[in-house]
């Protein structure tokens, strides 16, 4: 048996982490000393805090990992490696735009000294949204959901024998935006009108176009907000985005594409 100091300096984790693991029911000691409070821990308990190290270093929440180390089906735990290996490679390709961006940020900034251009690169124009025949799917999702949701929809189409044309998009309902939980409409435009669910009518918008990946779509939606305030619009209907570049026609994400739409009027 290990007293918890040898068990902590062998496995390289902290004492504090030790007694956060056994109050959590996820490592507890094999055996605590009623007189003493000493806690013990067994040879092959280094495997399993070895594993949970393993785990955590993969990026697996300590609530997954808890759950991952009683999973005895194989064909269970490999999925979600699977998903996780999968998970960590968006990860990567989203930190490498990070990085492209703060570079072309930084060089911006040297030559003219203005720390927020970033937003000031947008064009807005008055245009009319395209009508689009499409099957949706509405719900409170997180935008990191939307390759569920939309998995659906394609799952759908094919059953269906529904023709899409490759765009996509998605409306936003609430008046506030929560990257977790938000009510938002998923959308394919179809050619079949009879097949559609709905079409979205074209409407007069305030639109710009937003290239790169995902994160920095809020800096398009600034400029847009600010463009409208300031050029006697009101937001008169839910704004929707256009996915006319994407990660599913094999750009890669500094070549992504979105078109951003508000409805507006006339104040």
Not at 16 to 24: A, V
Not at 172 to 188: A, G, K, L, R, V
Not at 221 to 229: K, S
Request: glycine share 6%.
């Amino acid at each position: 048996m290990l007293q918890i100091g040898e068990f902590s300096r062998i496995c390289q984790v902290s004492v504090k982490t030790l007694h956060h693991y056994d109050r959590i029911g996820l490592l507890a000691p094999a055996e605590v000393d009623e007189l003493t409070g000493y806690r013990y821990y067994k040879m092959e308990q280094i495997d399993t805090m070895n594993y949970i190290q393993r785990l955590k270093r993969y990026g697996f929440s300590l609530e997954e990992i808890m759950h991952l180390i009683t999973v005895s089906d194989n064909r269970e735990l490999a999925e979600a490696l699977r998903r996780q290996r999968e998970k960590l490679k968006r990860e990567k390709q989203e930190m490498n735009v990070i990085l492209n961006e703060l570079s072309a940020h930084i060089s911006v900034f040297e030559r003219t000294g203005d720390i927020m251009t970033y937003q000031k690169g947008y064009t807005i124009e008055m245009k009319n949204s395209p009508a689009l025949n499409v099957v949706t799917k509405r719900g409170v999702m997180g935008v990191d959901e939307f390759g569920r949701y939309f998995g659906e929809l394609f799952e759908r189409v094919s059953k269906e024998h529904i023709t899409p044309t490759g765009l996509r998009g998605s409306r936003y309902f609430d008046e506030e935006f929560h990257q977790e939980s938000s009510d938002i409409e998923i959308f394919m435009e179809i050619s079949e009108k009879d097949k559609a669910d709905m079409v979205l009518e074209s409407c007069e918008c305030a639109m710009t176009v937003h290239r790169g990946g995902y994160s920095t779509l809020s800096e398009a939606y600034g400029a847009i907000v600010t463009w409208i305030a300031e050029n006697g619009y009101a937001i008169a209907g839910a704004p929707f985005e256009l996915y006319v570049k994407t990660q599913f026609d094999s750009f890669s994400p500094q070549d992504w594409e979105t078109e951003i739409y508000f409805p507006v009027q006339k104040k």
